[in-house]
């Protein structure tokens, strides 16, 4: 049965070919794990979190969450969402990548505040005057509209909001370098020495 609240879909079932083909949810990082990190940072946040993974399921298993691995492996994180979709238990989902630091303490707030406010279909992250495609918060009754859009075989995270009539919340001046990918191993240099 569904009731009011949001789950978060942790994005972790990517190839990290830039990372030299490491499982980046498992890369050190602050005495813990890219992942540990994104779940201590939303876990205050939402009411219930899901992982989504292609590769060292019993170990992410052992954080103590539903792990779901994807339906069709290497096809991009749409079929991560999608794959999810059956798990969630709430109205509302939020989207994080394991490779992103520094959520803000307010971001699952400011991002399903200006879903209600606005009626968009999708609400979508800003920062640097980008947008961050991968954070974004929508009802789970989108879940439909995405597997039609999978269906006709798109996997372009972009393609399929771009349909969607889309609000953005901008996380710019909410703390240093927020929202903060790490896609390389530069980054992740970077990120430990600020």
């Given at each position: 049965?569904?009731?009011?609240?949001?789950?978060?879909?942790?994005?972790?079932?990517?190839?990290?070919?830039?990372?030299?083909?490491?499982?980046?949810?498992?890369?050190?990082?602050?005495?813990?794990?890219?992942?540990?990190?994104?779940?201590?940072?939303?876990?205050?946040?939402?009411?219930?979190?899901?992982?989504?993974?292609?590769?060292?399921?019993?170990?992410?298993?052992?954080?103590?969450?539903?792990?779901?691995?994807?339906?069709?492996?290497?096809?991009?994180?749409?079929?991560?969402?999608?794959?999810?979709a059956d798990h969630?238990?709430?109205?509302?989902?939020?989207?994080?990548?394991?490779?992103?630091?520094?959520?803000?303490?307010?971001?699952?707030?400011?991002?399903?505040?200006?879903l209600v406010s606005?009626?968009?279909?999708?609400?979508?992250?800003?920062?640097?005057?980008?947008?961050?495609?991968?954070?974004?918060?929508?009802?789970?009754?989108?879940?439909?509209?995405?597997?039609?859009?999978?269906?006709?075989?798109?996997?372009?995270?972009?393609?399929?909001?771009?349909?969607?009539?889309?609000?953005?919340?901008?996380?710019?001046?909410?703390?240093?370098?927020?929202?903060?990918?790490?896609?390389?191993?530069?980054?992740?240099?970077?990120?430990?020495?600020?």
């Open positions: 049965m569904l009731r009011n609240g949001v789950t978060c879909i942790i994005l972790a079932g990517g190839l990290g070919k830039r990372m030299g083909d490491k499982n980046k949810a498992l890369i050190p990082f602050e005495n813990s794990t890219l992942i540990e990190h994104a779940i201590q940072s939303i876990q205050p946040q939402v009411d219930e979190i899901i992982i989504s993974a292609n590769q060292d399921l019993s170990r992410l298993s052992k954080l103590g969450f539903p792990v779901i691995e994807d339906q069709t492996k290497n096809q991009g994180p749409l079929i991560g969402i999608i794959s999810a969630i238990n709430t109205t509302t989902v939020v989207i994080t990548p394991c490779d992103v630091i520094n959520i803000p303490k307010d971001y699952v707030q400011k991002m399903v505040s200006a606005t009626k968009a279909d999708i609400v979508v992250a800003k920062t640097n005057k980008r947008a961050q495609h991968l954070n974004c918060a929508f009802k789970l009754e989108l879940m439909d509209n995405l597997k039609r859009i999978i269906e006709k075989k798109t996997r372009r995270v972009s393609t399929w909001q771009a349909q969607l009539t889309r609000a953005y919340v901008d996380f710019d001046g909410s703390q240093k370098h927020p929202l903060k990918n790490l896609n390389e191993p530069r980054d992740i240099y970077e990120a430990r020495q600020s």
